[in-house]
């Protein structure tokens, strides 16, 4: 089915562990994002990329490597994990920074960083 | 740099009844975007509502509309005739430039409603 999915569902990893979230989508698109919330933040952008190899920073993105070889996957990879990046992840996707169009999340990953 | 301020944490509406969630946000620009997100359980962000803010007039979708004052930096969203299937998190979010630099897309801290039976 056409659409963004995101895997795993849930994580559970030790801090210092390498960890990767993975994002793909059906549509094209040519950006995409990573969010993560955390209660009384609501979402804040991590990074975000506008077209395969080409990616930019968020508000938060100090912990965390992205990379976009193929326009429809973008993993995010946490390279040494740590408590504070315990959250909800989620991928979203647009086909393009107007405004008018829809941004579409994914379901989320849940992690949890021991 | 933009912020999205949502002052109510947590609401709660009876059914059928209207319930009006608020946000503000700061900006320097004059051309950006605004929506409502809607989440529920399943941890979905759902689209509920968007508005240009070049438009004067309030956006509306069925049951939902929102009061954009451009100069007040105000963006509430009311929900009429409430449903139970309107219980969730709802989210304010900002979408326009960046400071001279890209766009950026800022989210509020976000409200849980309640509607009760």
């Known amino acids: 089915d056409a659409g963004i999915t995101q895997s795993p569902r849930y994580k559970i990893t030790e801090t210092g562990r390498q960890v990767t979230l993975m994002c793909h989508q059906t549509?094209?698109?040519?950006?995409m994002f990573w969010y993560r919330q955390d209660l009384g933040h609501g979402l804040r952008l991590i990074y975000y990329?506008?077209?395969?190899?080409?990616?930019d920073k968020g508000e938060v993105p100090d912990g965390y490597v992205v990379s976009r070889s193929k326009t429809e996957n973008f993993p995010l990879t946490l390279e040494s994990a740590t408590r504070s990046q315990t959250s909800v992840y989620f991928c979203?996707?647009?086909?393009?920074?107007?405004?008018?169009?829809?941004?579409?999340f994914g379901p989320g990953t849940r992690l949890t960083v021991l | 740099a933009q912020t999205v301020t949502q002052s109510q944490p947590e609401m709660s509406v009876q059914e059928a009844e209207t319930v009006t969630l608020s946000c503000t946000y700061d900006?320097?620009?004059?051309?950006?975007?605004l929506f409502w997100y809607k989440q529920p359980p399943s941890r979905q962000m759902i689209l509920v509502i968007r508005?240009?803010?070049?438009?004067?007039q309030n956006a509306t979708e069925n049951r939902f509309s929102v009061n954009f004052q451009k100069a007040a930096k105000s963006f509430s969203l009311k929900i009429s005739d409430s449903q139970l299937g309107d219980t969730a998190m709802y989210f304010c979010?900002?979408?326009?430039?960046?400071?001279?630099?890209?766009?950026?897309?800022?989210f509020g801290p976000g409200t849980r409603l309640s509607v009760l039976p």
């Open positions: 979010a900002f979408f326009g430039p960046r400071d001279n630099y890209g766009q950026n897309f800022v």
């Open positions: 900006t320097s620009e004059s051309n950006y975007y």
């Open positions: 979203a996707s647009r086909r393009s920074l107007a405004g008018a169009d829809t941004q579409y």
């Open positions: 990329s506008a077209a395969a190899d080409i990616t």
């Open positions: 508005q240009e803010a070049y438009k004067q």
């Open positions: 549509w094209s698109h040519s950006y």
